[in-house]
């Protein structure tokens, strides 16, 4: 069966499914596979629970004229989305970087959405299996479209624009992340910069942070470019050093004079503006744009300001990289009160350069006072500190919990794997 044949069963089942657990009636189950799992072992369940087809790889063992049998299911379901894609003449704004993409896709979101009907991508779908099926979750009413590229080697970001096609791109950053599979910082570079590259060939529009020379080196060639920044931009705003929650004020590019937002810390500052950017690029009326970024609240632990026991926390372990834990590090350094605890988790991804990096973060912890900081993972303990280290999470929690803190300021920061959330449960 070819792509157009499946794409007219797509059309009249919409809803794509790639786990049988959260399948419902009329869904189509693809029976992705991969190193620890295969779908295709799954076809008769996903039949039973209701799929309306199974598109497989594999034989299935049993005979059924719902089951669509593919070369290769991840290929068919990357070939679809672009068809998919092709029927929209919309924007399709792509986000990569470092650091930012997901809380920058929400933002641009919540400012676009107030105006047109604007699909994007759920939590952080951002890989070879989310983009597709964020592709193919969005409805033929779209009037824009936003998605979150994530990557950690090289030629993925330009394997995802062969069925994305950006009109628009933006890179938020290129930092010390995923160091292991870039190769190092000029990997990353180029890596991300494969999103301009598309861009670039297609003559699309970029969303530049121009206080970043290397974004501005990177653009080089791109016709189409709206800047954002601090100083000599097309939007100019900068971050109000007073306040516990970013508080940013513009002098140039918009009538809007403050924006006061829910997210902790300065380093969210060009998340902002590149959502006021694209607000103003697509006539979105100033009232709305600040409205829906003063309302936004941030969740899924990204930036969040807990209060519990007396302690306010900010809860920022989703991920981290040195480039984003030297940010949040810098930014409760500066808050108001002396009364500070710091619950860090290891780095992951780092290759070669784990040691070092983790290192360089001690050493930026030795230059602040603290009234306590625990450290946690594997990494931290093989290096020299004057800190307090566990082996994992729960015992970082438990030794939380006995501290008995009351009225300090709290980071709570690591990577997706050490789970630092639970040290608050």
Known sequence: MQIPDIYDIYLQHPSIQTDTRKLKAGDLFFALK???????GFARQALEAGAAYVIADEPAGFSDNRIINTKDVLQTLQQLAKYHRRQFDIPFIAITG?????????LIHEVLNSTYTTY??????????????????????????????????????????VYTLPTHGIITNCGKAHLEGFGGI??????????????????GTIFLMNDYDYLL??????????????????????????????????????????????????????????????????NVPDDQIKASLESYVPSNSRSQLVEKDGNKIILDAYNANPSSMKLAIENIAKLEGENKVLLLGGMMEMGDSSLEEHQS???????????????VGADFDKINHPYINFKNSAAAGEWLKQQHFSNVTMLVKGSRSMQMEKVLE
């Open 34 to 40: 991969g190193p620890n799992f295969n779908g295709n």
């Open 98 to 106: 470092s650091n930012g993409k997901t809380t920058t896709k929400e």
């Open 120 to 161: 994007t991508t759920k939590g952080n779908l951002n890989n070879h299996i989310g983009i597709p099926l964020t592709i193919l979750s969005v409805g033929m009413d779209a009037e824009i479209a936003v998605i979150e590229m994530g990557a950690n080697h090289q030629k993925e970001i330009e394997s995802y624009c």
């Open 186 to 203: 000029e990997g990353v570079r180029k890596g991300k910069g494969e999103l301009y590259d598309y861009i670039r060939a297609t003559d």
């Open 217 to 282: 080196e990177m653009s080089k060639g791109i016709g189409q470019i709206k800047t954002y920044g601090t100083v000599d931009a097309d939007i100019v705003g900068t971050a109000d050093s007073g306040a516990a929650m970013l508080e940013v004020n513009f002098t140039r590019g918009t009538g809007i004079a403050t924006i006061k937002t829910h997210l902790v810390g300065s380093y969210n500052l060009p998340n902002v503006l590149v959502a006021v950017t694209i607000g103003k690029y697509f």
């Open 361 to 375: 973060i001690v050493d930026l912890l030795e230059k602040y006072n603290w009234k306590a900081v625990a450290l």
